[in-house]
């Protein structure tokens, strides 16, 4: 494993004066949803982000170009999010992207055709508390609650071994992600944001494997932030625990009130 020797605490006073320098507006503020915005739930379908930091982000929405970019499907966490932002990027860079509504039709058709498949590789009645959730562009399929857990874990690898195409595998907490080959992923789609929303700068938080395709990104018009001291993360900052964003956010608006006025377009709706 390599380490990350340059991850430092965001709330260290060098590293929160390096953001505080680096924030304007002319950044895009991108967050993920689970782990990030709203703490990690025992059953995904109820997660909740707190009013706290529901506040904030609301307050931070309205001064400045946001995005989410989640691995849910763009309904799912419209639902949970309860607010718009600029841009809400789902199935982790598969659905939402300005400019590829016809290739998300393709990534469709290869997410419903795995489907069919794995109905056959792992029947119904014998799935023993494995659970596959199709999101639209992608699939997951989650095992967090089956009696063997690594016996689980090894049904699921032989199976998605044998889908036709192959997908691109993100493993997670109990979770396997299947994403077409040739969806974005969370760093194209971040990319493609601030050429959209002309934005030269990005700030990005989130706390698991698919953020790492944007802090792998590794460019100096990146400010990017993980979820917990993970030493094998490509992030340059860390938050210590998730209910910090909250502080983080109230920062970054704090900042952008003294920085001045936002003089973009207003959010609108992405429905
Ligand atoms: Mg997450």
């Given at each position: 494993m390599i380490m990350n020797e340059r991850l430092s605490y965001i709330f260290g006073n060098s590293a929160l004066s390096k953001m505080r320098d680096f924030i304007d507006h002319s950044t895009l503020f991108a967050f993920d949803l689970d782990g990030t915005l709203a703490p990690i739930a025992p059953?995904?379908?109820v997660i909740g982000i707190p009013d706290s930091i529901r506040q904030e982000f609301s307050l931070l929405n309205e001064q400045a170009v946001v995005a989410v970019i989640t691995g849910r499907s763009c309904s799912d966490a419209l639902y949970h999010l309860g607010i718009s932002p600029r841009y809400l990027i789902g199935n982790h860079g598969a659905?939402?992207?300005?400019?590829?509504k016809d290739r998300e039709n393709e990534f469709f058709c290869i997410a419903n055709h795995w489907q069919s498949q794995l109905d056959n590789l792992l029947p119904i009645n014998n799935r023993r508390g494995i659970m596959i959730e199709n999101k639209g562009t992608t699939l997951s399929i989650h095992?967090?609650?089956?009696?063997n857990i690594k016996h689980a874990h090894k049904m699921i690898l032989q199976a998605i071994d044998k889908l036709d195409p192959q997908p691109r595998r993100i493993g997670g907490k109990f979770i396997e992600n299947l994403i077409p080959v040739n969806a974005p992923d969370k760093g194209i789609a971040l990319r493609i944001l601030m050429q959209k929303s002309q934005c030269q700068k990005a700030f990005f938080v989130g706390d698991d494997e698919t953020d790492e395709d944007v802090f792998r990104l590794?460019?100096?018009n990146l400010f990017t932030i993980c979820v917990g001291r993970n030493i094998s993360s490509n992030a340059l900052f860390y938050l210590?625990?998730?209910?910090e964003i909250k502080r983080l956010i109230a920062e970054i608006n704090s900042v952008l009130r003294e920085k001045g006025k936002y003089s973009g377009e207003e959010p609108t709706d992405i429905f």
């Amino acid at each position: 494993m390599i380490m990350n020797e340059r991850l430092s605490y965001i709330f260290g006073n060098s590293a929160l004066s390096k953001m505080r320098d680096f924030i304007d507006h002319s950044t895009l503020f991108a967050f993920d949803l689970d782990g990030t915005l709203a703490p990690i739930a025992p059953k995904p379908c109820v997660i909740g982000i707190p009013d706290s930091i529901r506040q904030e982000f609301s307050l931070l929405n309205e001064q400045a170009v946001v995005a989410v970019i989640t691995g849910r499907s763009c309904s799912d966490a419209l639902y949970h999010l309860g607010i718009s932002p600029r841009y809400l990027i789902g199935n982790h860079g598969a659905e939402g992207l300005p400019g590829w509504k016809d290739r998300e039709n393709e990534f469709f058709c290869i997410a419903n055709h795995w489907q069919s498949q794995l109905d056959n590789l792992l029947p119904i009645n014998n799935r023993r508390g494995i659970m596959i959730e199709n999101k639209g562009t992608t699939l997951s399929i989650h095992y967090r609650y089956v009696c063997n857990i690594k016996h689980a874990h090894k049904m699921i690898l032989q199976a998605i071994d044998k889908l036709d195409p192959q997908p691109r595998r993100i493993g997670g907490k109990f979770i396997e992600n299947l994403i077409p080959v040739n969806a974005p992923d969370k760093g194209i789609a971040l990319r493609i944001l601030m050429q959209k929303s002309q934005c030269q700068k990005a700030f990005f938080v989130g706390d698991d494997e698919t953020d790492e395709d944007v802090f792998r990104l590794n460019d100096s018009n990146l400010f990017t932030i993980c979820v917990g001291r993970n030493i094998s993360s490509n992030a340059l900052f860390y938050l210590r625990e998730q209910n910090e964003i909250k502080r983080l956010i109230a920062e970054i608006n704090s900042v952008l009130r003294e920085k001045g006025k936002y003089s973009g377009e207003e959010p609108t709706d992405i429905f």
